[in-house]
């Protein structure tokens, strides 16, 4: 059988699988439906220096192939976090990736070196691109030079790998990964939800108590696809891939287009057991198409581009 | 906690857009998988797939017979719901079970106990009444409806004790809403016990405040289990959260900010 090794910065991974941030708490409740061994590795929920409670509800809506969601942060903040969740992740042999957020490039470096300091987790990733709050997140995620400031001077504060997670809601995505890339990040993620909105027809307002949400779900595969493909052909650094993927045969495209490793996100919304599955069936379905190794995959559909190793 | 396909062993429409389906766990031990499901909690259901209806669909458990059968009432109010009550007998229905947490009933001793239900709330009434009932509560129940052409299960409830039945427009029963019924009435009990639409709950709660209660919260859901965060209410009195999925759907009536 195909091994599904994966070897990224910092991280070495049974399998690519992993779920998305914000899709899988802090692991506790998927814990009770399977081992958590099985993944390649565990992002958590974002982090923030103190607790955030969100936003108010309804939260999520419905939409054709997807969902739209405006949680708002929520989570209890970094202490807690670090001294009730992540040691119980710590009984698994998964690697676990603490996403960041935060409304200042300080309060970005802050959570970093905590959850750094914790020597409970294996890499950062950045989120510099959630939609869903009113200050901060975002525009680090459109403004180049404010994503290589918060990149810069979380590398200078941590020392684990840095992933950062690119937003498609910005004009050139091309050029926010290289400001990343340039600014020191070790791997990038992409991609973060796309802003949406839905209007309830009974009360003839937006549905989303925040108004506006992300978009995640099948529905914006392949947005994602088509932004990896472009920045796996100007940037050498590791992606994790991510937006809609649902099955293997999305994982593999995924990798087609120069993901070296995925996230499954609003898929674990609709069936739990969708990362396990996924890990199940990804190596037959590799050798179905002719693949003798992960590495082969990556990056392979990509046309005229001659050596793009990705790592 | 499982995902886990039912079996549809019966669908009947029971009411105006209103389906009882009766649902059977495959290779289920009765004892160790359905003893100790309470009454309150609910099943998330994938009504399609991720393409057609990506969210699964909350829908709490009206009823659980002595081989271990679960019933589900719900109203076609949507898409999800509409597919779902087009599934006949012998199909599967994918759900994850039991979800959420139930009326404590095993920590109450009580003499009397008030139901208090509206619309898509009176099914988790009826397991609640029936299993409290069989510890010896006596049972009263107030239900609402829109409209006679939408009242169910009006006899089961009458067999579990007093049942008045309320109806908007008065077309069945009481006229009005089911706290004009509480104001008119004065009604002896030991706890209450209440689930419907969020302006209901607020008004029942507010008309019984003081009372020992509990009460069944709704609201949007993503994963169901507690890890998306979608799905919360506000604490009374505190900044902060609970998880209606989780924590919930049943809180105490003066825990949670309607
Ligand atoms: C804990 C709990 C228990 C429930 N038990 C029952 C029950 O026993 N019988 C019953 O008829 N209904 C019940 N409901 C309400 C039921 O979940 C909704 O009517 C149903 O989800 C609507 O789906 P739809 O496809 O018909 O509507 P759509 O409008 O197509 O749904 C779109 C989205 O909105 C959500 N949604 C819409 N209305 C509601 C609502 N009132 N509550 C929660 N989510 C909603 C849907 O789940 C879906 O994600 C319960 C809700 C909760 C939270
Ligand atoms: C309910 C929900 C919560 C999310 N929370 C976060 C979060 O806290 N941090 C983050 O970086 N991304 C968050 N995301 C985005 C996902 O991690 C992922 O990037 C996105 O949903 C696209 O992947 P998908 O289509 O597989 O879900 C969230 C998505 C959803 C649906
Ligand atoms: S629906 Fe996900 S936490 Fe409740």
Do not use: W
């Amino acid at each position: 059988m195909i091994s599904l090794e994966t070897k990224l910065p910092g991280l070495h991974l049974k399998n690519p699988i992993m779920p998305a941030s914000g899709c899988f708490g802090f692991g506790r409740e998927f814990s009770e439906l399977y081992d958590l061994n099985k993944l390649g590795a565990v992002v958590i929920k974002a982090a923030t220096q103190d607790p955030r409670y969100g936003n108010q509800t309804p939260r999520v809506a419905e939409t054709a192939a997807g969902m739209l969601n405006a949680i708002g942060l929520q989570n209890p903040g970094v202490e807690t976090i670090c001294t009730d969740e992540l040691p119980f992740l710590s009984q698994f042999k998964t690697p676990v990736i603490a996403n960041v957020a935060g409304s200042t490039i300080e309060e970005y470096a802050s959570v970093a070196k905590r959850l750094d300091e914790s020597g409970l987790i294996q890499a950062l990733e950045l989120n510099i691109s959630c939609p869903n709050v009113k200050e901060g997140g975002i525009q680090f995620g459109k403004d180049p030079v404010l994503a290589a400031e918060v990149t810069a001077q979380v590398k200078r504060t941590v020392a684990v790998p840095v992933y950062v997670k690119l937003s498609p809601n910005t004009a050139d995505i091309v050029q926010m990964a290289k400001a990343v890339e340039g600014a020191g990040a070790d791997g990038l993620s992409m991609i973060n939800t796309l802003t949406g909105m839905q209007i309830d027809l009974s009360s003839k307002k937006p549905l989303l108590a925040n108004q506006t949400g992300g978009l995640s779900g099948p529905a914006i595969k392949p947005i994602a696809i088509r932004m990896i493909y472009e920045v796996r052909q100007h940037s050498g650094l590791p992606i994790i891939g991510m937006g809609g993927i649902s099955t293997a045969e999305d994982v593999l495209e995924f990798l087609l287009a120069g993901a070296n490793a995925v996230a499954v996100g609003t898929a674990n919304i609709h069936d739990p057991f969708a990362c396990v599955n996924i890990i199940n069936r990804l190596p037959q379905l590799l050798e179905k198409y002719g693949f003798q190794n992960m590495e082969e995959a990556v990056g392979g559909g990509i046309r005229n581009e001659a050596n793009i190793s990705g790592s | 906690m499982m995902q886990t396909e039912l079996t549809v062993l019966e669908n009947n429409k029971i009411a105006e857009e209103t389906v009882e389906m009766k649902l059977g766990i495959n290779n289920a031990n009765p004892a160790t998988d359905i003893g100790n499901f309470t009454p309150g909690q609910f099943l998330h259901v994938k009504v399609g797939e991720s393409d057609t209806a990506l969210l699964r669909r909350p829908i709490s458990i009206a009823d659980i017979d002595g081989n271990g059968n679960i019933t589900i009432i719900f109203k076609i109010s949507g898409r999800g719901t509409d597919m779902l009550s087009k599934r006949t007998s012998g199909s599967r229905v994918n759900a994850l079970l039991p979800c959420g947490t139930g009326y404590p009933v095993d920590n109450l001793k009580l003499d009397t106990a008030l139901l208090v239900g509206g619309g898509i709330g009176v099914p988790p009434l009826y397991y609640l009444g029936k299993t409290l009932a069989g510890s010896g509560t006596r049972i009263i129940s107030i239900l609402g409806f829109q409209k006679a052409e939408h009242v169910f299960y009006k006899e089961k409830f009458a067999e579990l004790g007093e049942s008045i039945i309320v109806t908007d427009d008065g077309s069945y029963g009481e006229k009005g809403l089911v706290t004009d019924c509480l104001s008119k009435m004065d009604i002896d009990f030991d706890c209450f016990f209440s689930c419907g639409p969020t302006p209901m709950l607020r008004a029942v709660t507010n008309k019984l405040s003081g009372r020992p209660g509990y009460i069944s919260v709704e609201q949007r859901m993503g994963c169901g289990i507690g890890a998306c965060y979608a799905c919360v209410v506000p604490v009374k009195g505190e900044t902060g959260f609970k998880k209606i999925c989780k924590d919930g759907p049943v809180f105490a009536a003066n825990e949670v900010s309607l």
